[in-house]
T-cell receptor
Framework: QKEVEQNSGPLSVPEGAIASLNCTYS??????FFWYRQYSGKSPELIMS????GDKEDGRFTAQLNKASQYVSLLIRDSQPSDSATYLC??????????FGTGTRLTIIP | DVKVTQSSRYLVKRTGEKVFLECVQD?????MFWYRQDPGLGLRLIYF???????EKGDIPEGYSVSREKKERFSLILESASTNQTSMYLC????????????FGPGTRLTVL
């Protein structure tokens, strides 16, 4: 069974620091990778996608993909209290659906 | 902006009732999905559809069925609701998973008594 693993946290990071969220997956043929942010009581919101090895930056967010090691990470620079949420990693294992990790709860401490 | 709407935010039903959850998207997306989300278990795919009248089972289809008569609408049906189907149900749509991740509706919190 194809799986996506995340550390459930909680991960606590001081305001202004870098938050680093990690995700590993089980299948080398995985094609596309996504990070979602989910605030408490709300639905997930897509914040980053990445398809090839390396880094992809969007504002304060950087997604990093290493297919050889089968991990994808999300860095949040200059963390703000509004970044406090659960972050979900999702992987497309080559078919028309996503497999989600269980999420990492991030708390930014003012 | 992509908009995915769901028919109810909160729903309370009795065991054995037939339950309909409806989802509508306005972006002409081919793919639509139903997930349930439970603490500690994350998001689990129930069913998905890649075209009108087409459907595929996800990871946990037992006890559920779906209907997609029109491109913009995807319904989840609980034929005979049970207490273990109490959950948050999330609908999503996407143009193509290879080209972009899904966009979620606001969710329906279903309680089965």
């Amino acid at each position: 069974q194809k799986e996506v693993e995340q550390n459930s946290g909680p991960l606590s990071v001081p305001e202004g620091a870098i938050a680093s969220l990690n995700c590993t997956y089980s299948d080398r043929v995985s094609q596309s990778f996504f990070w979602y942010r989910q605030y408490s009581g709300k639905s997930p919101e897509l914040i980053m996608s990445i398809y090839s090895n390396g880094d992809k930056e969007d504002g304060r967010f950087t997604a990093q993909l290493n297919k050889a090691s089968q991990y994808v990470s999300l860095l949040i620079r200059d963390s703000q209290p509004s970044d406090s949420a659960t972050y979900l990693c999702a992987v497309n294992f080559g078919n028309e659906k996503l497999t989600f990790g269980t999420g990492t709860r991030l708390t930014i401490i003012p | 902006d992509v908009k995915v709407t769901q028919s109810s935010r909160y729903l309370v039903k009795r065991t054995g009732e037939k339950v309909f959850l409806e989802c509508v998207q306005d972006m002409d997306h081919e793919n639509m999905f139903w997930y349930r989300q439970d603490p500690g278990l994350g998001l689990r795919l129930i069913y998905f559809s890649y075209d009108v009248k087409m459907k595929e089972k996800g990871d946990i289809p037992e006890g559920y069925s779906v209907s997609r008569e029109k491109k913009e609408r995807f319904s989840l049906i609980l034929e005979s609701a049970s207490t273990n189907q109490t959950s948050m149900y999330l609908c999503a749509s996407s143009l193509s998973l290879a080209g972009g991740g899904g966009f979620f509706g606001p969710g329906t919190r279903l309680t089965v008594l």
